[in-house]
């Protein structure tokens, strides 16, 4: 043991003789498992060959979580096949050497174990879970396009059972503590306190583990086409295996291959080294820059005020409050800000099963017809009608009452924030902070910087962003920013289209074979005709005449959506579509182009910094496919 010399890992023998082995990645606030790690963990296993524990316990020196994963800056790195099969084999055979060691094991789940973390706890023979908020397990390698190919396809169904096995990796999705014991995960959960303690009674207990109920056996062994067969149903609906091959190979290596991937080498050198996998890494990266906008401040806000219960205001509080804050809702009357509560409280419900839980963020969220919040509010959002004489006489009201230090920030989608600011005593102040509908479900929110504003506010609208877990992109004020700028031009073409003959439903078919979200024309039908009409009046270049389908079903008062009708009608809430017609060959590529072209003008404009940060913009702000890895590289690789 004493010759051990590890960088990455802690190595302590209690006096019950039991070794703990905390991993405290060097240089690192998260523990992730880079190749020297894995290195390190085999001279482990190598010394307790020699001379066995009685027992050993993993747990992390991090109070950031166990193992956030792989280290997935070596993914980029993969350039040949082998490397990309060797990858997977050192790790595949390091937890295989884990799994078969005739001491017990047993991992202390604390924080996030994700990927190859939990794979590694998977390898253990017990794995105690510690009930925590932060506490999160999953296998989310399907979201970096690629599977959990170091035991987790072999292991996950083997605790828990194919289905519920099959649901976690394919969607990436995490359970707590609580549920990882329901679901028999983790044999234990408790509470921080005695988790040493319970950990170590656990791990000497002999406790055989609990096996899987007879279905759930014959599920895993001769009954394993029809779980595979509804899985592939399932997937399919989601992703297109042209787009997106790694589920539909998690499936295939689990069902034939028994989780080993090693016994397929083209799948994995298909998928390790794809391009889906390569740019769903990029798009990984990409969050994480987002992500680090606003770090450089050292504040936080503790109330928001909003002005402004509609669509976009009423959300804005109700997200707000549902991450923490306090906050005041102000509209012209009581009877105005109502519905944004009922509405909230609705969508807490569905989220919050706890009555306490509910009725704490429900108090947080309070109406205030006076604006007397406005006073105490540490960011103040404005979200009225979009009309500048409104803006700017609640902006003097505003500036009035408001701290000195707080943020001031509107909404708006159109108006210029040179033209807003002009009545405040400090013009600078004004940032925007421009969310995209619907509030809860859209990542992006786009922090904007008008000539001559104050940078530091710029920075604390965006720390803002990220306390209430959206993703900031910083731009300059614009019109359209970036994520409606490059929309317009897109939805135009595809209304160009339907002017051609092109029904809706051939030209929105295009575009989700192509790998969008959702098609264009249903784009329009959500945004409304009335938004689009503006848009494109103000938007497509001078002179040109807005496409007829729109006009016409504009002058008949069909807005989409909202109306019930567009170019769908709405009536059941879902879109009706009829069958597409044949996709003209190259309609998707004349679609984009538009998109693509426009995307670049503003990075060359300088309305965002650079062109990885207007791919992250374009993805999170509109679901952009992110299996290109953004516009502008997708662009790149069309051109070679
Ligand atoms: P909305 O019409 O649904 O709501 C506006 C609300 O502001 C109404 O409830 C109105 O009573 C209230 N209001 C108007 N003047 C007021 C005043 N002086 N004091 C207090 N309350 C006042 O509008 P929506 O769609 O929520 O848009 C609000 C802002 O958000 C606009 O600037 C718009 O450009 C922007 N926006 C809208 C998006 C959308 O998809 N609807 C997306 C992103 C931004």
Same mark, same amino acid.
């Given at each position: 043991?004493?010759?051990?010399?590890?960088?990455?890992?802690?190595?302590?023998?209690?006096?019950?003789?039991?070794?703990?082995?905390?991993?405290?990645?060097?240089?690192?606030?998260?523990?992730?498992?880079?190749?020297?790690?894995?290195?390190?963990?085999?001279?482990?296993?190598?010394?307790?060959?020699?001379?066995?524990?009685?027992?050993?316990?993993?747990?992390?020196?991090?109070?950031?979580?166990?193992?956030?994963?792989?280290?997935?800056?070596?993914?980029?790195?993969?350039?040949?096949?082998?490397?990309?099969?060797?990858?997977?084999?050192?790790?595949?055979?390091?937890?295989?050497?884990?799994?078969?060691?005739?001491?017990?094991?047993?991992?202390?789940?604390?924080?996030?174990?994700?990927?190859?973390?939990?794979?590694?706890?998977?390898?253990?023979?017990?794995?105690?879970?510690?009930?925590?908020?932060?506490?999160?397990?999953?296998?989310?390698?399907?979201?970096?396009?690629?599977?959990?190919?170091?035991?987790?396809?072999?292991?996950?169904?083997?605790?828990?059972?194919?289905?519920?096995?099959?649901?976690?990796?394919?969607?990436?999705?995490?359970?707590?503590?609580?549920?990882?014991?329901?679901?028999?995960?983790?044999?234990?959960?408790?509470?921080?306190?005695?988790?040493?303690?319970?950990?170590?009674?656990?791990?000497?207990?002999?406790?055989?583990?609990?096996?899987?109920?007879?279905?759930?056996?014959?599920?895993?062994?001769?009954?394993?086409?029809?779980?595979?067969?509804?899985?592939?149903?399932?997937?399919?609906?989601?992703?297109?295996?042209?787009?997106?091959?790694?589920?539909?190979?998690?499936?295939?290596?689990?069902?034939?291959?028994?989780?080993?991937?090693?016994?397929?080498?083209?799948?994995?050198?298909?998928?390790?080294?794809?391009?889906?996998?390569?740019?769903?890494?990029?798009?990984?990266?990409?969050?994480?820059?987002?992500?680090?906008?606003?770090?450089?401040?050292?504040?936080?806000?503790?109330?928001?005020?909003?002005?402004?219960?509609?669509?976009?205001?009423?959300?804005?509080?109700?997200?707000?409050?549902?991450?923490?804050?306090?906050?005041?809702?102000?509209?012209?009357?009581?009877?105005?800000?109502?519905?944004?509560?009922?509405?909230?409280?609705?969508?807490?419900?569905?989220?919050?099963?706890?009555?306490?839980? @509910?009725?704490? /963020?429900?108090?947080?969220?309070?109406? &205030? !017809? #006076?604006?007397?919040?406005? +006073?105490? %509010?540490? $960011?103040?959002?404005?979200?009225?009608?979009?009309?500048?004489?409104?803006?700017?006489?609640?902006?003097?009201?505003?500036?009035?009452?408001?701290?000195?230090?707080?943020?001031?920030?509107?909404?708006?989608?159109?108006?210029?924030?040179?033209?807003?600011?002009?009545?405040?005593?400090?013009?600078?102040?004004?940032?925007?902070?421009?969310?995209?509908?619907?509030?809860?479900?859209?990542? @992006?929110?786009? /922090?904007?910087?008008?000539?001559?504003? &104050? !940078? #530091?506010?710029?920075?604390? +609208?965006? %720390?803002? $962003?990220?306390?209430?877990?959206?993703?900031?992109?910083?731009?300059?004020?614009?019109?359209?920013?970036?994520?409606?700028?490059?929309?317009?031009?897109?939805?135009?073409?595809?209304?160009?289209?339907?002017?051609?003959?092109?029904?809706?439903?051939?030209?929105?078919?295009?575009?989700?074979?192509?790998?969008?979200?959702?098609?264009?024309?249903?784009?329009?039908?959500?945004?409304?005709?009335?938004?689009?009409?503006?848009?494109?009046?103000?938007?497509?270049?001078?002179?040109?005449?807005?496409?007829?389908?729109? $006009?016409?079903?504009?002058?008949?008062?069909?807005?989409?959506?909202?109306?019930?009708?567009?170019?769908?009608?709405?009536?059941?809430?879902?879109?009706?579509?009829?069958?597409?017609?044949?996709?003209?060959?190259?309609?998707?590529?004349?679609?984009?182009?538009?998109?693509?072209?426009?995307?670049?003008?503003?990075?060359?404009?300088?309305?965002?910094?650079?062109?990885?940060?207007?791919?992250?913009?374009?993805?999170?702000?509109?679901?952009?496919?992110?299996?290109?890895?953004?516009?502008?590289?997708?662009?790149?690789?069309?051109?070679?």
């Amino acid at each position: 043991m004493m010759t051990l010399n590890l960088q990455h890992w802690r190595v302590e023998l209690d006096s019950a003789g039991i070794a703990w082995a905390t991993f405290d990645k060097f240089g690192e606030s998260a523990n992730s498992l880079s190749s020297v790690v894995m290195a390190e963990l085999g001279q482990m296993l190598d010394a307790f060959d020699r001379a066995p524990p009685k027992a050993l316990i993993f747990r992390s020196g991090k109070d950031a979580g166990f193992i956030a994963g792989a280290d997935i800056q070596e993914f980029t790195q993969l350039d040949t096949a082998d490397k990309g099969r060797e990858l997977v084999e050192r790790g595949w055979n390091l937890f295989n050497r884990l799994a078969a060691v005739r001491y017990p094991t047993l991992a202390l789940v604390r924080g996030h174990c994700l990927g190859g973390g939990l794979e590694l706890a998977l390898a253990c023979r017990y794995l105690l879970a510690v009930d925590e908020p932060g506490t999160k397990m999953g296998l989310p390698e399907v979201m970096l396009g690629i599977f959990p190919g170091w035991g987790g396809m072999l292991r996950l169904p083997e605790r828990v059972g194919p289905a519920a096995a099959m649901d976690m990796m394919l969607t990436g999705k995490t359970i707590d503590a609580k549920r990882a014991k329901r679901m028999g995960l983790a044999d234990d959960c408790v509470p921080p306190r005695v988790m040493e303690n319970a950990a170590r009674m656990l791990v000497l207990s002999n406790q055989p583990r609990r096996s899987l109920l007879f279905l759930q056996k014959l599920l895993n062994g001769p009954l394993k086409s029809i779980v595979a067969n509804g899985a592939r149903k399932q997937v399919a609906k989601r992703a297109r295996q042209e787009h997106y091959p790694a589920p539909y190979a998690i499936i295939d290596i689990w069902a034939k291959h028994n989780g080993n991937a090693l016994v397929a080498p083209e799948l994995v050198d298909g998928i390790v080294r794809s391009s889906t996998a390569r740019n769903l890494v990029r798009v990984f990266f990409l969050q994480e820059r987002l992500k680090s906008f606003g770090k450089d401040v050292d504040w936080k806000a503790q109330r928001v005020h909003v002005i402004g219960a509609g669509v976009m205001g009423g959300d804005i509080a109700a997200w707000c409050a549902l991450r923490g804050l306090t906050v005041t809702l102000q509209d012209q009357s009581m009877e105005r800000i109502a519905p944004a509560l009922k509405r909230a409280r609705s969508s807490f419900a569905r989220r919050i099963k706890d009555p306490l839980q @509910l009725r704490a /963020v429900m108090d947080r969220l309070i109406p &205030d !017809p #006076e604006g007397q919040g406005a +006073a105490h %509010a540490d $960011v103040v959002i404005e979200a009225i009608f979009e009309n500048v004489e409104a803006k700017h006489a609640l902006f003097k009201k505003l500036d009035a009452v408001m701290k000195p230090d707080a943020v001031l920030a509107t909404n708006t989608s159109s108006l210029k924030l040179e033209d807003l600011r002009t009545v405040l005593k400090n013009p600078a102040r004004l940032v925007g902070i421009h969310f995209f509908n619907p509030v809860a479900k859209m990542p @992006l929110v786009e /922090v904007v910087s008008a000539d001559g504003g &104050d !940078p #530091e506010m710029a920075r604390k +609208a965006a %720390a803002f $962003v990220r306390q209430i877990d959206r993703l900031p992109l910083p731009v300059k004020s614009a019109p359209g920013f970036l994520v409606n700028a490059v929309l317009g031009p897109y939805m135009l073409e595809a209304l160009r289209a339907v002017d051609e003959g092109n029904s809706p439903e051939t030209v929105d078919e295009a575009m989700l074979a192509f790998g969008m979200p959702m098609g264009p024309i249903e784009l329009v039908d959500m945004v409304g005709l009335d938004v689009a009409m503006a848009a494109g009046k103000a938007l497509a270049s001078s002179g040109a005449e807005p496409p007829k389908c729109l $006009v016409e079903r504009f002058d008949a008062g069909n807005l989409g959506k909202k109306t019930g009708k567009g170019f769908y009608d709405h009536s059941t809430g879902k879109p009706a579509k009829g069958l597409p017609g044949t996709i003209p060959p190259g309609l998707a590529a004349r679609l984009i182009k538009p998109l693509l072209a426009r995307t670049q003008q503003l990075v060359d404009e300088g309305i965002v910094a650079d062109a990885d940060l207007a791919d992250a913009g374009v993805i999170f702000g509109t679901g952009f496919a992110p299996f290109t890895g953004g516009p502008l590289n997708y662009a790149k690789n069309q051109n070679g």
